[in-house]
């Protein structure tokens, strides 16, 4: 599929016209925010005295799930850690806290960096009202710490809620290294703590003993700014977007091989073609798409028509929405080295505590860019035998994420690898990389300077 | 050790190791060669199913032994 390609074998353009479902979501959504408080609240309303029983209810009667990347519903979570704080001993040190992930660990993703720069009033509505459902009075808002712009952005707004006194809750904005591991949970207490932004062993999981020891409650902050509109618009109007086992709407970021790389909030449920439209179509003809991000999977572009955005239809089509990153991938490139090239990425990554991951994630990474460049024959039956040795060997996901994407590239472009193990590499491979793998924090997609801008209904990424 | 329910009420108990602390002494693939083989790099890997009450003697000693206390019991 990597071949140089014949335009008579190429896939008709046609295949993802403009939108035909209803993607757009009616104004103001998630993206409609401002960054100043008085437009803040002409746009959405003053946010509602909920008790935090209300709020539970509301996120639960929502069906809100997690838009980091797990899709863990809200709901649960939450009282999971008030039953933490509640049985325990400790006293004034039980007392939960409340951390809002705004790191955006994936280089392929821009919508929580967006998502705080254009609506940061929406993200601190949410982390109010998770603080008052848990019985939070601290709450820490952590961000990539290379990110001017974005902690700029949610300092001044939380200095603008300060003048007013309108949260409970103090705010605290921590800034967090841009490695991959630094935003995984146990990563993000440590930082907090002012440790280094490090996995830890788990058990305890953060919801039973996080930072200094309390309950602590982490949500991704689009997750949070959901919980915002739905207390204020109510759980029927959260449902009526979406489908039934997955409502709501969520933002997805868009970019490869289309005219216009973008953030959008979509409604769950439109087929990924759709997100093709959505960021210009395709300026190129696709051969697969990175969903997920670089712990997702490739879907393959002839399922794009009939996958919907949901857990379970993306599930059926063998990947995961994950934080919500699309990346179209075009036929004149090669699946295999753009792989690698991400699994040497992760490789780097790694926070450096555990054995199978420091060990095992170059030697896949080796492996698997011996195939696609100089294409050793052996490397497919040894990334097969490796990735046993280090998926689910880690403290964190790190290496259970590459070992994901590159058992799904051996599967997508399968043809790809038996034509490199026969005839050696193919002239794609050396084509320049789409993917983008930052040699320094915060070159990628998700920072600052890579979002401008402002299309009708979504944010122009690059 | 298909069975290790049969002697009633005892709690099941399952090896894990903490991949941060584990420095690849192999103490515990020496000791517990039953449950525990050696990775590429000399990492455990563990028999994820409980562990049978015939080797929870031997189990608890490799327990005890790791220099870096990276080998766990966990109750079920």
């Given at each position: 599929?990597?071949?140089?390609?014949?335009?008579?074998?190429?896939?008709?353009?046609?295949?993802?016209?403009?939108?035909?479902?209803?993607?757009?979501?009616?104004?103001?959504?998630?993206?409609?925010?401002?960054?100043?408080?008085?437009?803040?609240?002409?746009?959405?309303?003053?946010?509602?005295?909920?008790a935090?029983?209300?709020?539970?209810?509301?996120?639960?009667r929502?069906?809100?799930?997690?838009?980091?990347?797990?899709?863990?519903?809200?709901?649960?979570?939450?009282?999971?850690?008030?039953a933490?704080?509640?049985?325990?001993?400790?006293?004034?040190?039980?007392?939960?806290?409340?951390?809002?992930?705004?790191?955006?660990?994936?280089?392929?993703?821009?919508?929580?960096?967006?998502?705080?720069?254009?609506?940061?009033?929406?993200?601190?509505?949410?982390i109010?009202?998770?603080?008052?459902?848990?019985?939070?009075?601290?709450?820490?808002?952590?961000?990539?710490?290379?990110?001017?712009?974005?902690?700029?952005?949610?300092?001044?707004?939380?200095?603008?809620?300060?003048?007013?006194?309108?949260?409970?809750v103090?705010?605290?904005?921590?800034?967090?290294?841009?490695?991959?591991?630094?935003?995984?949970?146990?990563?993000?207490?440590?930082?907090?703590?002012?440790?280094?932004?490090?996995?830890?062993?788990?058990?305890?999981?953060?919801?039973?003993?996080g930072?200094?020891?309390?309950?602590?409650?982490?949500?991704?902050?689009?997750?949070?700014?959901?919980?915002?509109?739905?207390?204020?618009?109510?759980?029927?109007?959260?449902?009526?977007?979406?489908?039934?086992?997955?409502?709501?709407?969520?933002?997805?970021?868009?970019?490869?091989?289309?005219?216009?790389?973008?953030?959008?909030?979509?409604?769950?449920?439109?087929?990924?073609?759709?997100?093709?439209?959505?960021?210009?179509?395709?300026t190129?003809?696709?051969?697969a798409?990175?969903?997920?991000?670089?712990?997702?999977?490739?879907?393959?572009?002839?399922?794009?028509?009939?996958?919907?955005?949901?857990?379970?239809?993306?599930?059926?089509?063998?990947t995961s929405?994950?934080?919500?990153?699309?990346?179209?991938?075009?036929?004149?490139?090669?699946?295999?080295?753009?792989?690698?090239?991400?699994?040497?990425?992760?490789?780097?990554?790694?926070?450096g505590?555990?054995?199978?991951?420091?060990?095992?994630?170059?030697?896949?990474?080796?492996?698997?860019?011996a195939?696609?460049?100089?294409?050793?024959?052996?490397a497919?039956?040894?990334?097969?035998?490796?990735?046993?040795?280090?998926?689910?060997?880690?403290?964190?996901?790190?290496?259970?994420?590459?070992?994901?994407?590159?058992?799904?590239?051996l599967?997508?472009?399968?043809?790809?690898?038996?034509?490199?193990?026969?005839?050696?590499?193919?002239?794609a491979?050396?084509?320049?990389?789409?993917?983008?793998?930052?040699?320094?924090?915060?070159?990628?997609?998700?920072?600052?300077?890579?979002?401008?801008?402002?299309?009708?209904?979504?944010?122009?990424?690059? | 050790?298909?069975?290790?329910?049969?002697?009633?009420?005892?709690?099941?108990?399952?090896?894990?190791?903490?991949?941060?602390?584990?420095?690849?002494?192999?103490?515990?693939?020496?000791?517990?060669?039953?449950?525990?083989?050696?990775?590429p790099?000399?990492?455990?890997?563990?028999?994820?199913?409980?562990?049978?009450?015939?080797?929870?003697?031997?189990?608890?000693?490799?327990?005890?032994?790791?220099?870096?206390?990276?080998?766990?019991?966990?109750?079920?």
């Amino acid at each position: 599929m990597s071949q140089p390609s014949d335009p008579t074998a190429q896939l008709p353009t046609a295949q993802f016209p403009t939108a035909q479902f209803p993607t757009a979501v009616p104004p103001p959504g998630l993206l409609d925010g401002s960054a100043h408080l008085p437009t803040h609240v002409a746009t959405f309303g003053a946010l509602p005295a909920l008790a935090a029983e209300q709020v539970l209810a509301a996120a639960g009667r929502a069906g809100l799930t997690g838009r980091g990347g797990a899709g863990f519903p809200v709901e649960r979570k939450m009282r999971a850690v008030a039953a933490s704080a509640a049985k325990s001993r400790r006293g004034a040190r039980s007392e939960p806290v409340v951390i809002a992930n705004g790191c955006e660990g994936e280089p392929a993703s821009g919508k929580d960096g967006a998502l705080l720069r254009r609506s940061p009033h929406l993200v601190l509505d949410g982390i109010a009202l998770a603080a008052r459902a848990v019985g939070a009075r601290t709450a820490y808002l952590c961000v990539h710490e290379d990110d001017s712009a974005v902690r700029q952005t949610v300092q001044d707004a939380i200095a603008q809620r300060e003048a007013v006194r309108s949260d409970e809750v103090d705010v605290v904005v921590v800034g967090v290294p841009a490695r991959y591991s630094a935003s995984e949970e146990t990563a993000l207490v440590s930082a907090v703590e002012g440790g280094p932004a490090l996995p830890r062993f788990t058990p305890p999981r953060p919801f039973e003993r996080g930072v200094g020891g309390r309950p602590t409650l982490i949500n991704n902050v689009e997750t949070l700014a959901h919980l915002a509109l739905i207390c204020r618009r109510g759980p029927d109007w959260f449902r009526a977007a979406g489908t039934p086992d997955a409502p709501g709407t969520t933002l997805v970021t868009v970019s490869g091989a289309v005219a216009a790389p973008s953030v959008h909030e979509i409604p769950l449920g439109i087929p990924v073609s759709e997100l093709i439209a959505l960021a210009g179509g395709a300026t190129e003809p696709l051969q697969a798409l990175l969903v997920g991000g670089y712990f997702g999977t490739w879907l393959p572009a002839a399922d794009a028509p009939h996958t919907p955005v949901t857990p379970r239809g993306l599930a059926a089509a063998g990947t995961s929405l994950g934080a919500g990153v699309f990346v179209a991938f075009p036929q004149a490139a090669c699946g295999l080295a753009e792989t690698a090239r991400v699994a040497r990425y992760l490789a780097r990554h790694s926070a450096g505590q555990c054995g199978p991951c420091v060990n095992g994630l170059p030697a896949l990474a080796s492996a698997l860019e011996a195939l696609a460049f100089k294409g050793d024959q052996r490397a497919p039956a040894y990334l097969n035998r490796m990735t046993g040795f280090v998926t689910g060997r880690g403290a964190c996901r790190l290496p259970d994420g590459a070992t994901r994407l590159i058992t799904s590239a051996l599967t997508v472009f399968a043809q790809d690898v038996r034509a490199h193990a026969r005839s050696g590499p193919c002239p794609a491979a050396r084509r320049a990389p789409l993917l983008p793998t930052p040699a320094e924090p915060g070159a990628g997609l998700g920072a600052a300077s890579a979002l401008s801008g402002a299309s009708a209904r979504g944010v122009v990424a690059r | 050790m298909s069975n290790p329910t049969r002697d009633g009420g005892e709690p099941r108990q399952r090896l894990r190791f903490n991949p941060i602390m584990c420095k690849a002494h192999g103490v515990c693939i020496e000791l517990l060669p039953e449950l525990i083989t050696a990775d590429p790099w000399g990492y455990p890997v563990l028999d994820g199913r409980p562990v049978p009450p015939r080797l929870l003697a031997h189990a608890k000693r490799a327990v005890q032994s790791c220099p870096t206390l990276a080998l766990l019991l966990i109750d079920e």
